[in-house]
């Protein structure tokens, strides 16, 4: 079940309608009652998603289309898109790794985001006395045979192409925790937002950083404008944001401006 949270904007209300399908059709009834809204607005939203081929209505309710579906199930194999070297990103990313795990003390709860940056952050925490708490299968890849690490892993629905957990249960579980950081990815900032183009792992990410004291950004120059509509966070509201030597300077000097650690990589 999504919870309900009172006010949410129209596209933070797709995403969770979208997440809640997942798992299954729904009808407008129980959609309704999951995020707080009165049946009429859950079937204004259900048209627009419709007209948008992302689900298909149905008498009293709607579900994924199969598109949709796989965007949140992605069957198929996976090629380790990831944490391979042979991506054009990876030194920016390893780096960034590198420095991300200079941030955490021994003890600490970390929660690592769903990306592509974040296991690699798990890589540079192997035999590290802590506990990381993820939905990202590669991830668990990284830290499975560690000893030294106490692995806490959401369940959810498998994106397998992806190597993600998502939907209303690993939302549930955050809701029960308390982490120490959290490692947040994007695929854009733009005018002091962090944003993301994937509407299914947007409110796990919201979940994150709602159960975490302090939120590290890792976002390469890449990622500066970057792609995606979907807010994340504002940039306020992160606490360290480490990012690489391309990255334009005057993003840099107004984060540091504003008050903001930066970490340059």
């Known amino acids: 079940m999504v919870g309900t949270i009172p006010g949410m904007f129209l596209a933070e209300r797709h995403e969770r309608i979208l997440a809640a399908l997942s798992s299954g059709g729904q009808s407008v009834v129980q959609l309704a009652g999951a995020l707080g809204v009165?049946?009429?607005?859950?079937?204004?939203?259900?048209?627009?998603?419709?007209?948008g081929g992302q689900l298909e209505r149905l008498y009293g309710g709607a579900m994924l289309t199969q598109g949709s579906r796989a965007n949140i199930t992605d069957s198929g194999g996976v090629e380790d898109p990831f944490v391979s070297e042979t991506r054009a990103d990876y030194e920016l990313r390893q780096r960034m790794a590198v420095e991300a795990a200079r941030l955490?003390?021994?003890g600490d709860?970390?929660?690592l985001d769903i990306g592509s940056s974040t296991p690699l952050v798990a890589r540079e925490l192997r035999g590290r006395p802590v506990t990381i708490i993820t939905s990202n299968l590669a991830v668990l890849d990284e830290v499975r045979g560690d000893d030294a690490v106490e692995l806490v892993l959401l369940g959810g629905v498998l994106r397998r192409n992806q190597q993600s957990?998502?939907?209303?249960?690993?939302?549930?579980?955050?809701?029960?925790?308390?982490?120490?950081?959290?490692?947040?990815?994007?695929?854009?900032?733009r005018g002091g937002r962090v944003l993301d183009n994937m509407a299914v792992e947007a409110p796990i990410k919201h979940a994150m950083i709602a159960a975490s004291h302090r939120i590290v950004l890792l976002a390469?120059?890449?990622?500066?404008?970057?792609?995606?509509?979907?807010?994340?966070?504002?940039?306020?509201?992160?606490?360290?944001?480490?990012?690489?030597?391309g990255t334009p300077e005057e993003e840099i000097s107004q984060r540091r401006e504003d008050g903001g650690k930066v970490i340059v990589a």
């Open 220 to 245: 390469s120059e890449l990622k500066f404008p970057g792609s995606g509509a979907l807010r994340l966070c504002s940039l306020d509201e992160v606490d360290v944001l480490i990012t690489t030597s």
């Open 165 to 189: 957990l998502v939907g209303p249960l690993a939302e549930q579980v955050l809701g029960q925790l308390s982490a120490d950081v959290m490692f947040l990815s994007c695929t854009g900032v």
């Open 38 to 51: 009165s049946e009429s607005t859950i079937r204004r939203d259900l048209d627009v998603l419709a007209k």
């Open 104 to 106: 955490v003390g021994d």
């Open 109 to 111: 709860v970390v929660v």
